[in-house]
């Protein structure tokens, strides 16, 4: 290769010109490996092209107000930081990994002693290598510390150097090289520092220290940088083009989506809601949607919205009115929508994506809309899988700025997550951001530039919790406008999350002084903890603190009767039968699948065919869980969204309880945590109906699971071990009057009886206070315990402005994938574990038959041919927690891997790592000790072989 022949090279002397950067892995390259400078240059000029056409405004802000020219200053930075990113791979550690390369550039005066260099190399990874090369000349340019700037470059391949990988480094001097090597570092630093613009900036940034959200997301912006400029496809090694000419043809073929940039939307709220949501012709924002649309156009800006409304009165179509107000306000790009579970999240998309058709943009006909799905199993989701595998949908309101939109191949690609700009997940996504992993830096950066929605606040436990109040922090420290909302939030938990996300926006609360003495320290989040009026919109200040405003409710409000059932399944039989016997439709919530499937056996036996009993629960194969879900849908839906059948009994796990729009007659439930239960209950008449049987036109809700004969009340064994038995007494204590007669007002008597529940106060009569007082006790203990478990892998908080990101991942989960981290954000006494259903027939094994598509042989052998590995990923089944235990899940695994080999499907990504179970043909197998049996209207069954 004549490096000087090359068109548009650089002025660089040989020996710099020699040093080589990549080589050529697929073996299509005519030189076999590409230079340094060539790809710091692609890296340089990609970061700048991201900067211009793909970066959101508000990350570009949030960097530039850190420097001292503003945002010219910041694209200059980003250019330039990404254009010295691999500056670690002029060293010998680096350059010997290819010996004839390497030879060739000691024949331009770069010597290394190769035995020494290979033995010590591990030592100075190219990235941390890189900082240090890159700290030593930012001092050589009259730096104090260069640290917060050196760190991105360290940190580049997902994680930042420790203070003792650097010193590693420093003692063993021959590893960044001699004086020789020190020239061609600094001839490269140099170059790129005038290429980029940089080098008349630096004296002005060397007073301009960085903050970590800065760091973090530059470096994220660094990586994405550097893997498109990696990508041989987009930047192929060959050097018979221009920096423009080669910039160009990559950024083609890459073709990102454009930033959405938000038109302004009405000031009047009734048209905002009539041009963004299928609304009835007569239909007018809800008082709550109001004083949320109100409030997200003059509230502080970043800031926090808490929306605390009622099931059903349409929180979400007010927080999506809410993201479209603040990303106006503040250059945000997208949004992240947060949801508790999958099957939740599937729902959530659907909606978002009819919100999506009808969001206009600033430009008409800017690009392509790009979306993602982020859980697990999110390719099974039909509407999802169709984004990425057909044309984008047409039809789109074009006139009012609309938009395409679809799935970008490269965006949708692993540790990608959150880079597109509308983007609807489990909250794991979210907590991931406050856990210490590999690449964290990208999720950041994805979360930066969005609104961040979190439904169902009220749904994570202590333990999830620590995760979410560390992952506020970071969002406020970035500026990222958060809106929570919940039907059932405690108050205290609402003065929490509120003083979480300050400490990120308005750093730490000052520590008190010597002047402070004999001053009254006033707690800003106080009235949070006592305000009771509902429904209640939160809103952050300019200080610390928050302004609650309460608004109407929509008259949508009922009475509900609330009575108890003794746990025994003959006296819940009779009361359906009694309840039923004009028609009608019931809902059974109990706390565990094993009650469910226990409960549905009993009532089929006793009811008959005359009162059919379907089951909802979590041990279902994706695809029977996803059709069940949407059968729930249909048939218990809104009015005139299905055929409603005139008799019919569902016996369901907690899946009902969350974001399923779904209408029963009669309600039984466990007793469960008070939150839990009013969620269960807006399941209770929740829509109008003329064609309610008469003796079910009273909304009535039985409360079971537990020993009402007893003082207090005995919750039943699978109940104490879901929830904390002080919780389940707390619920019982606040729901006696209620359950004595008095009726249940919802939705005005939600936040005094949620209120009542979660605060300090002694409940319930005086012989019940012995034993809740030992519960509370146990739980305190337990809450303790939960935390300091939480903080082994929980990320920190943020630190003051200057301090490096230096070990800022150190002692985390590494390069965990999302399965992994899920164990890490989730309190679980025992691992999850998900296998795939087969069936076992004498050809061999075959597809579920009951599913679309099923009785296809499936080849263990060889790997299935496409669409196959799809088909087989759809019957994806988790076990249950009994059989993943920590005493047993090793003997599970072993066994399963005994009985089915899959070596041959390890290339496949839909399919690797994964795990067989073999049924029978009559649903019927035996696995280490236990027997299980799987229905597809039942789910899975398990007991022990023994018993």
């Known amino acids: 290769m004549n490096a000087r022949a090359v068109v548009g090279g650089p002025k660089l002397g040989d020996a710099a010109r020699s040093v080589w950067g990549k080589t050529d892995r697929k073996g299509t390259s005519p030189v076999g490996w590409l230079p340094l400078w060539r790809h710091l240059a692609d890296t340089a000029d990609v970061a700048g092209r991201l900067w211009e056409h793909w970066l959101s405004p508000a990350v570009r802000q949030r960097i530039a107000d850190e420097l001292p020219g503003g945002d010219a200053d910041a694209r200059t930075l980003a250019v330039w930081i990404a254009g010295v990113h691999d500056i670690g791979k002029a060293t010998p550690a680096f350059a010997c990994q290819a010996y004839a390369l390497a030879e060739r550039m000691r024949d331009h005066g770069l010597g290394y002693h190769r035995d020494l260099i290979r033995a010590d190399r591990k030592y100075a990874p190219h990235a941390t290598a890189g900082h240090l090369v890159l700290a030593d000349w930012l001092q050589q340019q009259h730096w104090t510390d260069p640290h917060s700037y050196a760190v991105i470059v360290g940190g580049h391949h997902g994680v930042p150097p420790t203070d003792e990988g650097l010193r590693d480094v420093q003692v063993r001097p021959h590893l960044l090289g ?185 430009q008409v006909g800017r690009g392509d809309r790009d979306v993602r799905l982020a859980h697990g199993k999110a390719a099974l989701n039909p509407d999802y899988d169709r984004l990425r595998t057909t044309s984008l949908p047409s039809g789109i309101a074009e006139d009012d700025g609309g938009t395409d939109i679809g799935v970008h191949v490269w965006l949708a690609g692993p540790k990608r997550t959150l880079l597109s700009s509308f983007v609807v997940g489990t909250i794991d996504q979210l907590l991931f951001a406050a856990l210490r992993g590999k690449h964290l830096v990208l999720r950041h950066l994805g979360l930066a530039g969005k609104i961040v929605v979190i439904d169902e606040a009220h749904a994570y436990d202590v333990y999830m919790g620590q995760f979410l109040d560390r992952a506020l922090e970071w969002l406020g420290a970035y500026g990222v406008p958060v809106i929570v909302l919940s039907a059932t939030l ?84 009779e009361l359906l039968r009694d309840q039923l016997a004009d028609g009608g439709c019931a809902l059974v919530v109990r706390n565990t699948v094993a009650r469910v499937q226990e409960t549905a056996a009993a009532l089929r036996a006793a009811l008959g065919p005359d009162i059919p009993v379907s089951v909802a629960h979590s041990r279902f194969m994706a695809v029977d869980r996803a059709a069940k879900d949407r059968w729930l849908r249909d048939t218990f839906g809104p009015p005139g969204c299905g055929s409603r059948p005139h008799r019919h009994v569902v016996v369901a796990s907690q899946v009902a309880e969350q974001s399923l729009d779904i209408d029963f007659d009669l309600l039984v439930t466990d007793l469960a945590p008070v939150d839990l239960v009013l969620q269960r209950i807006g399941r209770l008449h929740r829509h109008t109906r003329g064609d309610r049987p008469a003796r079910l036109a009273t909304p009535t809700c039985w409360i079971s ?243």
């Open 178 to 362: 001699d004086p020789d090597w020190r020239q061609v570092q600094y001839e490269l630093l140099n170059w790129m520092a005038e290429r980029s613009g940089a080098g008349e900036r630096l004296i002005e940034w060397s007073g301009a220290p960085l903050s970590q959200p800065v760091q973090a997301a530059l470096t994220g912006l660094v990586i994405v940088a550097d893997w498109i400029a990696s990508n041989e496809e987009f930047f192929p090694y060959i050097l018979d083009s221009t920096d423009e000419d080669r910039l160009t043809a990559g950024w083609e073929l890459l073709d990102l989506p454009v930033p959405w940039r938000p038109a302004a939307p009405p000031v009047d709220v009734d048209e905002l809601f009539g041009a963004r949501f299928e609304l009835p012709a007569t239909a007018a924002p809800r008082p709550v949607q109001r004083t949320v649309a109100e409030l997200a156009a003059t509230m502080p800006a970043p800031g926090m919205m808490i929306v605390e409304a009622a099931m059903g009165e349409g929180k979400t179509e007010a927080a999506l009115a809410a993201v479209e107000i603040l990303a106006r306000r503040t250059g945000a790009s997208g949004c992240y929508l947060a949801l508790p579970t999958r099957a939740t999240s599937d729902a959530m998309f659907n909606r978002m994506l009819s919100w999506l058709r009808r969001l206009p943009d600033a």
């Open 490 to 573: 405690p108050a205290r938990r609402r003065a929490e999350l509120m003083a979480a996300y300050d400490i990120g926006r308005l750093g730490p609360v000052p520590a008190l002084t010597w002047r402070d003495r004999g001053k009254p320290r006033v707690d800003p989040y106080a009235p949070l903890r006592t305000d009771l009026r509902y429904p209640l919109v939160t809103v952050s200040t300019a200080d610390r603190g928050a302004t609650a405003t309460s608004c109407a409710d929509s008259g949508r409000g009922i009475e509900v009767n609330l009575r108890r059932l003794a746990d025994d399944l003959p006296t819940l039989v």
């Open 705 to 947: 699971g537990a020993d009402w004969t007893t003082e207090p009340p005995q919750p039943v064994a699978g109940s104490r071990r879901v929830y904390q038995p002080a919780t389940l007494l707390r619920s019982a204590a606040v729901l006696l009057p209620h359950l004595d007669g008095e009726p249940l007002r919802l939705p005005s008597d939600i936040a005094p009886i949620t209120q009542t529940a979660y605060g300090d106060a002694e409940l319930g009569p005086p012989s019940w206070q012995p034993a809740m007082a030992e519960a509370e006790a146990k739980q305190r203990d337990e809450i303790t315990t939960k935390e300091l478990k939480a903080d082994g892998f929980r990320l920190a908080g943020v630190a003051e402005v200057g301090v490096p990101l230096i070990g800022w991942l150190s002692g985390g989960v590494g390069n965990a994938d999302d399965r992994a981290a899920l164990g890490h954000v989730r309190d679980t006494d025992a691992e999850s574990l998900e296998v795939l259903l087969l069936v076992r027939t004498p050809d061999g094994l075959v597809l579920p038959p009951w599913i679309d598509g099923g009785g296809v042989s499936v080849p263990t052998s060889a790997l299935p041919r496409w669409p196959l590995p799809r088909w087989i990923a759809r019957c994806t089944l988790p076990l249950p927690r009994a059989m993943t235990a920590a005493d047993v899940i090793d003997e599970v695994i072993a066994e399963l891997e005994r009985r089915t080999d899959l070596s041959a499907w390890q290339d496949s990504h839909w399919l690797a790592g994964e795990l067989v179970l073999d049924i029978d043909t009559d649903g019927t197998a035996t696995v280490a000790g236990f027997d299980l049996h799987y229905h597809p209207e039942e789910g899975l069954r398990v007991t022990r072989a023994n018993t």
